[in-house]
């Protein structure tokens, strides 16, 4: 049972194009969280989804930033016109069905956004 | 708001040497809280947790209690080794089930 796969594990984009970054949830996860985390800090949240929804998107900022998780396929983080800001580590969790705040969360391995 | 404050680091002890990492917490509430390990260039896992007052969550070694009269879950292991280096972060769920972290802990364990 593969964990959650993110990828690129690395990803370099000059300023003003766009960042697709993927996430792969546990097989039978439906439950998706995207945060970031800048260098040398702790990790914020972004964005929750479930299949199709989205559930909570208060930590996302207003322009740029867009997120999807489609019937079919891996959850999407999307950034357009990237900035030099933007360049952190972005983690997916996912999370079992029930959604119980008691089981805690799996995460990626993360994938690296360098500006430059 | 809820918040997660840890101690800053990085903290540097000698293999054996007994390790606390001091986390406390602001909630509405009663949150479950989380201790997870981030290895170099690796994803969080999850180190332990525990999901009400007095709950003692424990893993490899490490220990965590929930204080609710301090609001507090402390990480302690009695004998660190190297393989231990890490960054520590705790974490608290919040009523919308995100997790709510603090800033981490990078421990430096030398030979």
């Known amino acids: 049972n593969a964990g959650v796969m993110q990828n690129p594990r690395h990803l370099v984009r000059r300023r003003g194009q766009e960042a697709r970054l993927r996430c792969s949830p546990m097989k039978g996860h439906s439950h998706v969280y995207w945060y970031r985390q800048l260098p040398e800090e702790g990790l914020k949240f972004m964005v929750y989804l479930q299949k199709e929804n989205i559930i909570d998107e208060s930590g996302m900022p207003k322009e740029r930033f867009s997120a999807e998780f489609p019937k079919e396929g891996p959850s999407i983080l999307r950034i357009q016109q990237v900035v030099r800001g933007d360049s952190a580590a972005y983690f997916c969790?996912?999370?079992?069905?029930?959604?119980?705040?008691?089981?805690?969360?799996?995460f990626g391995s993360g994938t690296r956004l360098t500006v430059v | 708001g809820n918040s997660v404050t840890q101690m800053e680091g990085p903290v540097t002890l000698s293999e054996e040497a007994f390790l606390t990492i001091n986390c406390t917490y602001t909630a509405t509430g009663y949150p479950s809280l989380f201790w997870y390990v981030q290895y170099p260039g690796e994803g969080l896992q999850l180190l332990l947790k525990a999901t009400k007052a007095d709950d003692k969550g424990s893993n490899k070694g490490f220990e965590a209690t929930y204080r609710k009269e301090t609001t507090s879950f402390h990480l302690e292991k009695g004998s660190v080794q190297v393989s231990d280096s890490a960054v520590y972060f705790c974490?608290?769920?919040?009523?919308?089930?995100?997790?709510?972290f603090g800033s981490g802990t990078r421990l430096q364990v030398q030979p």
């Open positions: 974490a608290q769920h919040t009523g919308r089930r995100a997790l709510t």
């Open positions: 969790a996912s999370q079992d069905p029930t959604g119980s705040a008691n089981y805690g969360y799996t």
